[in-house]
């Protein structure tokens, strides 16, 4: 790994490697306990100024018909109008509007994050985990985040209520990225 104070080899533009990263989320179900999911079809630009940290930028795109919670059924009811509506809204899509350095390689990345045609801002804590050359030649550059959003803000409302109270899915949905991301050429 290098180290994050080599700012000419950190510097630069990269391109997600979807193979080797993840963008998830986690929601209470039944208000006892955590499903989790994850996107399978990610595409992202991330632009990275280490002088300057404040000028790096980010894009992500997602295809939402990629969900997967490990449960087909509950996928595509998650694909269905009550609550992702891919067959309207085929793509979730991310882009940043400022990094504030944080120190020890940690970051607020603030953006708008688009669901179901609304964009909505969001704040994520980012961390930068290091850099690496892979056996093939490319440096790769880690990220892993999370920041917490209320799925109603993003018209994702269904819901069912529970016989012993509550509901059946929370509002309160953490998203998770872990990225690996390559240096471009």
């Known amino acids: 790994m290098t180290e994050a104070t080599d700012l000419g080899q950190i510097a630069g533009d990269y391109t997600i490697d979807a193979a080797h990263s993840r963008l998830g989320f986690v929601a209470r179900h039944a208000m006892v306990t955590k499903v989790r999911g994850q996107f399978t079809d990610v595409e992202g630009q991330i632009h990275v100024d280490a002088p ?4 790096s930028s980010g894009t992500v795109r997602i295809k939402a018909a990629s969900i997967n919670t ?6 595509a009811h998650l694909r269905t109008g009550d609550f992702f509506d891919v067959e ?8 940043s509007r400022s990094v ?4 020890s390689n940690n970051y607020t990345v603030t953006g708008d994050l688009t669901i ?3 964009t909505r801002p969001v704040e994520f804590d980012l961390e930068f985990t290091g850099l690496a050359r892979d056996p093939f030649g490319n440096l790769r550059a880690g ?3 999370s920041t917490t959003i209320n799925r109603k803000d993003w018209g ?4 069912a209520a529970l016989e012993t109270g509550g509901w059946l899915v929370s509002d309160k949905i953490t998203v998770e990225l872990d990225v690996s991301a390559i240096k471009n050429a």
Request: hydrophobic share 20%.
């Open 52 to 55: 300057n940290p404040e000028r």
């Open 143 to 145: 990220f892993e985040g």
């Open 116 to 118: 179901r045609g609304t």
């Open 156 to 159: 994702l409302s269904w819901n």
């Open 70 to 75: 490990q449960q087909e059924d509950r996928d």
């Open 100 to 103: 504030q350095d944080k120190g």
């Open 88 to 95: 309207n809204h085929p793509e979730i899509t991310f882009a």
